[in-house]
T-cell receptor, first 114, second 109 residues
């Protein structure tokens, strides 16, 4: 079955630690996205990538980093510079960054800082 | 710029109708609608394109007023399964989708 997988589902981190969230898709999509979701805030874009080896900052990129070395993979690192990282993180992909294409979302990772 | 959704929340009894609105200050190429159940991934409902074309769920009804940059999602004869948070996303150029803050819909028996 084609789709997007995220791991882990739940992640706990101590303050000052970097953590990496995994996102893999087998839909052969060019574009991939990372969103952060907080209660009442909707989906806020962290980073996006429209092609391998290229990515752009979204609205709330500070304290996060990404890489896009393979088409199917777009991992997100939450660094210690992110002051309030506790949130639900969603990865998504699109066949191409076009108004005509829908986004497909992964199941999400819930990150909690202890 | 983030589109504005209204209402923020609505409670319906089974069988009742609801309208969710999405408004943008930018000229739009398309409006996307998604529904998210608590703790789950958002699921695609439909896309409304500039020019009148639509793509998506056959049982979902929506409109797109290109002049006003507004879209409305119509939920008729609501069922318990309609409960969730509805997000609109707007596409206005060479930038990614921008999502609204969502409308929480609760359908009760």
């Amino acid at each position: 079955d084609g789709g997007i997988t995220q791991s882990p589902k739940y992640l706990f981190r101590k303050e000052g630690q970097n953590v990496t969230l995994s996102c893999e898709q087998n839909l052969n999509h060019d574009a991939m996205y990372w969103y952060r979701q907080d209660p009442g805030q909707g989906l806020r874009l962290i980073y996006y990538s429209q092609i391998v080896n290229d990515f752009q900052k979204g609205d709330i990129a500070e304290g996060y980093s990404v890489s896009r070395e393979k088409k199917e993979s777009f991992p997100l690192t939450v660094t210690s510079a992110q002051k309030n990282p506790t949130a639900f993180y969603l990865c998504a992909s699109m066949a191409g960054a076009s108004p005509y294409n829908e986004q497909f979302f992964g199941p999400g990772t819930r990150l909690t800082v202890l | 710029q983030q589109p504005v959704q209204s209402p923020q929340a609505v409670i319906l009894r089974e069988g009742e109708d609801a309208v969710i609105n999405c408004s943008s200050s930018k000229a739009l190429y398309s409006v996307h609608w998604y529904r998210q159940k608590h703790g789950e991934a958002p699921v695609f409902l439909m896309i409304l394109l500039k020019g009148g074309e639509q793509k998506g769920h056959e049982k979902i009804s929506a409109s797109f007023n290109e002049k006003k940059q507004q879209s409305s999602l119509y939920l008729t004869a609501s069922q318990l399964s309609y409960s969730g948070t509805y997000f609109c996303g707007t596409f206005s150029g060479n930038t990614p989708l921008v999502f609204g803050k969502g409308t929480r819909l609760s359908v009760i028996a």
